[in-house]
């Protein structure tokens, strides 16, 4: 089947700790994007990548940093200076001009 | 700057009533609409689109109405049903690989 992928479901952290989230897609597409989204909000793009080896930063880039190094593969990283990370963080991938097409998401805690 | 926004952020509707739900978009370079259905915990589903070329698609029990005079969009659902009941967003494109998602309206379905 082809889809996209996020892992792990839930996560829980630290004060202090860097976690790595996973976003996998076997659709070809070129394009891929990070989003948050905080209780009752919309969407917000973190960072996005039009093609293997390059990124863009989205409107809430800081405390977030993403690579692309394979096509199939966009994973994020949530630094420690990420002040308030509490949040669902939805991956998305999309063909240029067209719908993108979601992940599950993966709930992020900080504790 | 750029913006999609929508007018009623919550709608309640009676089991087997039609939905309608409203979108306003400022950016009149746009040429691509998408609407989303988010369930509580998982990642938005795509719906339905339109592109600038058409005021109206209909899917099944869905139809998209654009009116580019006045930069609004909406979705209108038939027969609402229980399983109706989610988060909706509309999106724009320009046609390039970044997409700008509304605040989301909630849709409740009442028995």
């Known amino acids: 089947d082809g889809g996209i992928t996020q892992s792990p479901k839930y996560l829980f952290r630290k004060e202090g700790q860097n976690v790595t989230l996973s976003c996998e897609q076997n659709?070809?597409?070129?394009?891929m994007y990070w989003y948050r989204q905080d209780p009752g909000q919309g969407l917000r793009l973190i960072y996005y990548s039009q093609i293997v080896n390059d990124f863009q930063k989205g409107d809430i880039a800081e405390g977030y940093s993403v690579s692309r190094e394979k096509k199939e593969s966009f994973p994020l990283t949530v630094t420690s200076a990420q002040k308030n990370p509490t949040a669902f963080y939805l991956c998305?991938?999309?063909?240029?001009?067209?719908?993108?097409?979601f992940g599950p998401g993966t709930r992020l805690t900080v504790l | 700057g750029e913006s999609v926004g929508l007018h009623l952020p919550t709608l309640s509707v009676q089991e087997g009533d039609n939905s309608i739900i409203n979108c306003a978009y400022s950016?009149?370079?746009?040429?691509?609409f998408i609407w989303y259905k988010q369930e509580s915990g998982k990642g938005p589903q795509f719906i339905i689109d339109i592109r600038s070329n058409m005021d109206k698609r209909q899917g099944q029990r869905v139809t998209v109405l654009l009116n580019k005079t006045v930069k609004h969009l909406s979705l209108q659902i038939a027969a609402t049903q229980p399983g109706d009941s989610a988060v909706y967003f509309c999106?724009?494109?320009?046609?390039?690989?970044?997409?700008?998602f509304g605040a989301g309206t909630r849709l409740f379905v009442k028995a």
């Open positions: 999106a724009e494109n320009t046609g390039g690989f970044k997409t700008i």
């Open positions: 998305a991938s999309s063909i240029e001009g067209s719908e993108q097409f």
């Open positions: 950016n009149s370079a746009s040429d691509y």
């Open positions: 659709l070809n597409h070129d394009a």
